[in-house]
């Protein structure tokens, strides 16, 4: 009796407690997965390179470490005149030659009397790497540095006590400076050079020589969220040219060990990363406004056109790399008119390409989303938060998603963007627009990333799909763009 009347209020109660569907969970990550570094640093999406030392006064690109300090001499360097032209047109960080090839040290360092200190500049008591990264923290434009393992003044350079010498270096930017975003590594190591007199040429093992290991511990140490730019990484890879070229297929992932300098194909590989790669080393774009990295007089007339830079940006950003763009003050210390018009140029070009996103808040539908939640529906590609996502069941690698733009309009862009704190998953995809009740292809991919901008033929349309062909695990898009 007792066990009927227990029974019948269990399943009473039961009845009684609301239905509550399981809840759906996100997508698992498909690694390796962006640091919150390596995050921050793909949505700056472009940032500039400023090449300047004694070698602009001497018309050189690598100088050969033996110029007399007293050749440098900026009438007029303005920093503030450097930051606002880069930040007018764009540009999100600055990252600033504090010491290239030829040892030349734009800072008072306390190791050398090759440096700003015994220049004319100020008469010898400027510091450009503050006034540098004091006029960027002001216009909050982040900071980056660049010093040149490669030192062909320094007499010690091939022997222990030069990788002393850099790393005191090193602590000095890395503790004098503020924050620094990025630390660029140069690969070039040429061989001859001044050395302190002795005019040799000297070969070391790149590999072993600079012991990276420890010395990335050391700055580690005193700056932890810095991203290590070098062919390699850590941080971010080289795109393997310097013409702000990425691979159509670029992955974000590779795998370290596969990039060992002298390999046949590297420059490939760096291009476009692997599909399975194990750690996160997204590519940087590297390209300079003028021909050579440095100010040449000559190359006035050779400064990139504004549709020129706008070309690097549709290869660099538009594939997915973030663009680092050169451009090099002049010997008074000021950025070059033509370089000041070309930028500008640029700019406007930016803006009226991509002037109003049709898609913004627009209606979109997918053939299939995750549990059938809202959560993970059509709307959020179009709703402009870069935090949530369309997403579909796991094991569903290929789905549709339609976006209505109400009418007709001239569409010549499309931009599309991966979540990637889940990973890089998209292998292959298409777009299609309607046209007379019929669906016309009329662009395709392999990767999309961080972000991939396809420019398409102008057409009028009201309504696009993209088609996700192929993808490691199942896609998660957080952005659509139309223009
Ligand atoms: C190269 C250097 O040798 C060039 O002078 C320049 O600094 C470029 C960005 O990297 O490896």
Redesign the pocket.
């Known amino acids: 009796m007792n066990r009927i009347i227990t029974g019948c209020l269990m399943a009473l109660a039961f009845a009684l407690i609301p239905f509550k569907p399981a809840e759906v969970l996100p997508p698992a990550p498909v690694y390796p997965v962006p640091s919150q570094a390596q995050l921050a640093w793909h949505e700056m999406e472009m940032n500039a390179?400023i090449?300047f030392t004694i070698n602009t006064f001497t018309d050189l690109?690598?100088g050969m470490g033996s110029e007399s300090t007293l050749l440098f001499n900026p009438s007029e360097a303005n920093p503030s005149q450097w930051v606002s032209t880069l930040q007018h047109a764009g540009f999100k960080g600055i990252i600033l030659?504090c010491k290239?090839?030829d040892g030349f040290c734009l800072w008072p360092s306390a190791y050398t009397q090759h440096s700003v200190s015994n220049s004319p500049y100020l008469d010898g008591k400027g510091d450009l790497v503050r006034s540098v990264s004091e006029a960027c923290r002001k216009s909050g434009l982040k900071f980056g540095i660049?010093v040149s393992p490669w030192d062909r003044n320094h007499a010690m350079y091939g022997k222990p006590e030069y990788i002393e010498y850099y790393r005191n270096q090193l602590k000095e930017l890395f503790t004098g400076y503020g924050p620094v975003f990025e630390m660029w590594f140069?690969?070039?190591n040429g061989g001859t050079g001044y050395y302190g007199g002795a005019n040799e040429r000297r070969a070391i093992d790149g590999s072993k020589y600079y012991h990276w290991s420890e010395t990335l511990a050391l700055i580690r140490g005193l700056q932890p969220d810095v991203i290590f730019f070098s062919d390699a990484g850590p941080g971010v890879r080289w795109v393997g040219n310097?013409q702000g070229i990425a691979g159509e297929t670029n992955w974000s992932c590779i795998t370290p060990d596969t990039l060992f300098a002298g390999k046949p194909g590297i420059e490939k590989l760096l291009n476009q990363g692997s599909e399975d790669g194990t750690q996160w080393i997204p590519a940087e774009a590297?390209v300079s406004i003028r021909p050579g990295?440095f100010y040449h007089e000559k190359e006035n007339y050779r400064v990139k056109t504004s549709d020129q830079l706008f070309d690097i940006y549709l290869t660099s950003v538009g594939r997915g790399a973030v663009l680092l763009l050169?451009v090099p003050p002049d010997r008074r210390g000021l950025i070059h008119e033509n370089d000041i018009r070309s930028l500008q140029g640029f700019r406007e070009i930016l803006d009226r390409e991509f002037k109003m996103n049709l898609a913004e808040n627009a209606k979109a539908k997918a053939s299939t989303f995750r549990g059938k939640s809202s959560r993970f529906g059509a709307h959020q590609v179009t709703d402009g938060n870069k935090d949530t996502y369309w997403a579909t069941d796991d094991g569903i690698t290929s789905s549709s998603l339609e976006i209505d733009l109400g009418n007709m309009h001239m569409v010549k862009y499309v931009v599309l963007q991966e979540f990637i704190p889940l990973g890089q998953r998209v292998k292959s995809f298409d777009i299609e627009i309607l046209r007379e009740k019929r669906w016309i292809k009329v662009s395709e991919g392999t990767t999309i990333g961080y972000k991939r901008i396809l420019r398409i033929a102008p057409a009028e349309t009201s309504r696009l799909r993209i088609n996700i062909k192929a993808s490691k695990a199942c896609p998660v898009i957080s952005n659509v763009e139309v223009y």
């Open positions: 390179f090449h690109e690598w030659t290239h090839h660049y140069d690969g070039a310097e590297d990295w050169n």
